[in-house]
């Protein structure tokens, strides 16, 4: 069975297929400089909350949660699924993806669906 790409994950965001299929291609990163990453980019959105108050940030620390425990199955993960594990964390941790996480009202909505449909994919194996 070919590695799943985007189109073939339930409930992805559209918008966001190409950045994702991308970041999909990238050398596997160590999970610990991915947990930073996403601790780094929680705390970037944790700041920008100072100069936008409609960023949500219930939402962020959510998205950092579940990226975390997504992280925490990539040890035990096919390589496949270690890398749409990447992929979703990197597209998280992208500030600038399908819509922009900290200049848009709406800006995690992309990032959830993406973790959302990553994880759906994960747990239904």
Same mark, same amino acid.
């Given at each position: ?16 297929? =190409? #950045?994702?299929? %991308? ?14 990453? #996403? ?7 944790? *700041?920008?909350?100072? =100069?936008?108050?409609? +960023? ?10 579940? =990226? ?5 199955? =990539? ?6 699924? @270690?890398?749409?594990? *990447? ?5 998280? #941790?992208?500030? %600038? ?10 800006? +995690? ?6 973790? @959302? ?9």
């Amino acid at each position: 069975m070919p590695d799943p790409t985007a189109a073939q994950l339930t409930g992805f965001p559209p918008e966001a297929t =190409s #950045v994702f299929d %991308n970041l999909l291609n990238l050398e596997l990163q160590p999970v610990p400089a991915l947990k930073r990453q #996403v601790d780094r980019h929680l705390a970037d959105l944790q *700041q920008a909350h100072g =100069s936008n108050e409609f +960023l949500d940030l219930a939402t962020a620390r959510g998205l950092a949660r579940e =990226s975390h425990r997504l992280l925490a199955l =990539s040890p035990t993960a096919t390589q496949a699924d @270690q890398r749409l594990i *990447q992929a979703a964390v990197l597209y998280f #941790v992208l500030d %600038n993806d399908a819509l922009p996480d900290t200049r848009r009202l709406m800006g +995690l909505e992309d990032d959830a669906k993406v973790l @959302q449909a990553v994880a759906r994919h994960l747990d239904a194996r």
